[in-house]
């Protein structure tokens, strides 16, 4: 005997397919959704052993009350219109799910997005197959996110909210966006040469990135600032043009890297207190400036950085023995000379 499919059916099956939805999993939702459709249209006559049932074949729906068919004349229009509404749900669905599941093996990596609103909060961009939401407390302070507007942002993690709604959660103050962006830019990187410890940063005002090198007579900050610096600067651009980037080169020796972890302030000496993870630096008092920053972000980066708290202490000017002489023979008074 052939079989014939009917229009539904056909329907139904190309839809499941395309969509990687279940057939079995449409005609539960839309007997579901027909249930609550003839419970609205029918309040008075709705008891819980009421049933809906859809053919998987021709689409046709009944209601049933102890087994017996009780579908109201005229109730297939609404029926047919609920269907329509379960499927088109479920499309959606579908290929949310399928956006969705895309971009969760994207965590980790930079992605380029366009505003396309901003509610004074949150900034929404279209990152190409769906949007992505960069939460105010992801965004670096003096940056202004207009419409059309397009940034790199590091694609931090999907969430869900109450309402089991998946949002993509982007951010620009990550310390592994510059880390990536380094990645992007530097092939040594990318081959093992050049390895990257760690990564700290005062969002839109500066960083400071560890690097060290796995192969003799390669000098990796060489090689992250490339040639007359186009390769940070490259970076630096991408971060909004602001935040300044200090390529530190990593050392197993504490006392050294956090000697150039404050640069570019010149050290006098540094004692260590390695049990209790703390620092005490000397400097001249005109280094000290240098090496504290402007609000404290220099120290504060250093200490982050290495993972020493740091007392900086500043060394008086200490004055030459001829400076000395000098300022004496000024201050002496001059004899007057005979008239």
Request: net charge neutral; with cysteine; glycine share 6%.
């Amino acid at each position: 005997m052939t079989i014939v499919k009917t229009e539904f059916a056909l329907a139904l099956n190309q839809v499941a397919t395309e969509r990687g939805i279940s057939p079995e999993d449409v005609i539960a939702s839309i007997e579901a959704a027909i249930l609550a459709a003839y419970k609205k249209e029918y309040p008075n006559e709705f008891e819980e052993t009421i049933q809906a049932k859809v053919s998987k074949d021709t689409g046709e729906t009944k209601i049933f009350k102890d087994g017996k068919d009780i579908t109201p004349p005229g109730f297939g229009r609404i029926a047919a219109q609920t269907a329509k509404q379960v499927i088109l749900q479920k499309i959606r669905e579908a290929e949310k799910k399928t956006v969705i599941s895309h971009y969760k093996s994207q965590i980790g990596a930079i992605i380029k997005g366009r505003v396309i609103r901003y509610d004074g909060y949150n900034a929404y961009l279209d990152i190409g197959k769906t949007e992505a939401v960069l939460p105010k407390e992801e965004q670096i302070k003096a940056e202004r996110y207009q419409v059309n507007d397009t940034f790199v942002v590091y694609l931090k993690e999907i969430s869900e909210d109450k309402f089991e709604h998946s949002r993509i959660i982007v951010s620009r103050i990550d310390p592994r966006l510059i880390e990536a962006l380094f990645k992007r830019e530097v092939p040594e990187i990318v081959n093992g040469t050049v390895q990257i410890k760690k990564v700290v940063r005062e969002p839109g005002e500066r960083a400071k990135i560890a690097v060290t090198s796995s192969q003799g007579g390669v000098d990796p900050v060489g090689a992250c600032v490339g040639q007359k610096g186009v390769r940070v600067q490259t970076v630096t651009d991408e971060l909004g043009g602001l935040e300044k980037i200090d390529i530190i080169q990593w050392n197993k020796d504490s006392k050294l890297f956090l000697i150039s972890a404050l640069s570019p302030a010149k050290i006098n000496n540094v004692e260590l207190d390695d049990k209790n993870n703390k620092a005490k630096v000397h400097v001249d008092e005109s280094q000290a400036p240098l090496a504290i920053g402007s609000k404290g972000i220099n120290v504060n980066l250093a200490s982050r950085l290495t993972e020493f708290d740091i007392d900086i202490i500043q060394a008086p000017i200490q004055t030459s023995e001829k400076e000395k002489t000098e300022a004496v023979k000024k201050e002496e008074p001059k004899e007057e000379k005979a008239v």
